[in-house]
């Protein structure tokens, strides 16, 4: 007999998902704690939107197990799915629609009628703060209004937990406050929150316990503050005016470790412990192998530093 998946948000036991020769998840573990923000981090092909996937039922795995919030997805789907909300990275509603009428659809999929439905409408869009475009058709929204409703669809049933899939994606700075506002009022409601994303600083703002997924394995797993406690090192991004040299390459790895930033030859991530020191020697190396330094990063270690350390890429395809 199995033993019961101790009771939280989320639990993942030995989750793992094979594409014919393909492992694309490879045993994964964690849990997100009754109100936890949980953030889930990966480069692209790290396995994370296979995850998610998991965790919402639209894949089945090739082993493991997965419960929400208590109870096991492999025992009673639909009980699961009752306590889950899904805020995908598309889009989900019909854009012909007012806000209103596409909440009045899916709350009906989600079994709620009459004036629970219409509480549960208004409460959402005030959450979201759509309550004075209610009736409006969805095709005038902004990016930041359509990614606030999505949000709202995705908690019309009143989950337990919610798992939110790059909800900021293309929102201007104000519509992201917005979001992050709302889902701060979840929070503190104790809903249990899985927050995946591809900005750092919004990982770093939100999250209680951040988990950085690589090559389908969890690699690393704590807070964002004692993860970034755990560097000595600096990351300094450096571009260059020309391609470096293996020649340059090598004479600088004699004094710290220097590696191509994402394929780029013009660009380097320098890991060293003394600025000072590093930065005379890599003046004298720029020098000496006639390049020219044309942008040149010195900042606190934050939580991308520490992805960079990890996986040697960062988490957008983005110069520093």
């Not at 795995?61 to 899904?86: K, N, Q, Y």
């Not at 959402?124 to 095709?139: A, C, D, F, I, K």
């Not at 899985?194 to 316990?209: F, G, I, K, P, V």
């Amino acid at each position: 007999m199995e033993a019961e998946l101790e009771p939280c948000g989320i639990a993942v036991e030995d989750l793992a998902k094979t594409y014919g020769g393909l492992e694309a998840v490879k045993g994964v573990d964690f849990r997100v704690g009754r109100g936890e923000f949980f953030g889930l981090l990966g480069p692209n092909g790290a396995g994370k939107t296979t995850t998610i996937g998991m965790l919402a039922g639209f894949i089945k795995p090739t082993r493991g197990r997965i419960s929400i919030d208590g109870v096991e997805t492999h025992l009673h789907p639909m009980a699961a799915r009752r306590e889950l909300g899904l805020v995908p990275q598309e889009l989900a509603f019909y854009p012909t629609l007012s806000a209103r009428d596409n909440l009045l659809f899916y709350g009906q999929i989600y079994g709620l009628r009459g004036q629970r439905l219409e509480e549960r409408i208004r409460t959402v869009l005030e959450m979201v703060q759509l309550s004075e475009r209610t009736r409006e058709p969805v095709s005038r929204f902004s990016n930041g209004m359509k990614r606030r409703l999505n949000i709202a669809i995705g908690f019309l049933h009143e989950p337990q937990v919610l798992i939110l899939d790059e909800p900021t994606v293309g929102v201007d700075a104000q519509s992201r406050n917005s979001i992050f506002e709302g889902l701060g009022r979840l929070h503190r409601k104790g809903i249990s929150i899985l927050y995946s994303t591809h900005y750092m600083e919004e990982a770093q703002r939100l999250c209680d316990r951040v988990a950085i997924l690589d090559q389908g394995r969890i690699i690393a797993l704590d807070s964002p503050l004692n993860l970034i406690h755990t560097l000595e090192t600096w990351i300094i991004p450096v571009k260059f005016s020309a391609p470096c040299q293996d020649s340059f390459l090598r004479r600088l790895n004699r004094f710290f470790p220097a590696q191509e930033m994402n394929g780029d030859r013009n660009g380097l991530y320098l890991e060293v412990s003394n600025r000072e020191d590093a930065l005379q020697r890599l003046f004298s190396e720029t020098r000496r192998s006639n390049l020219t330094i044309r942008t040149l990063h010195l900042r606190e270690p934050d939580l991308e530093t520490v992805f960079l350390r990890l996986t040697g890429k960062r988490l957008r395809d983005a110069p520093p």
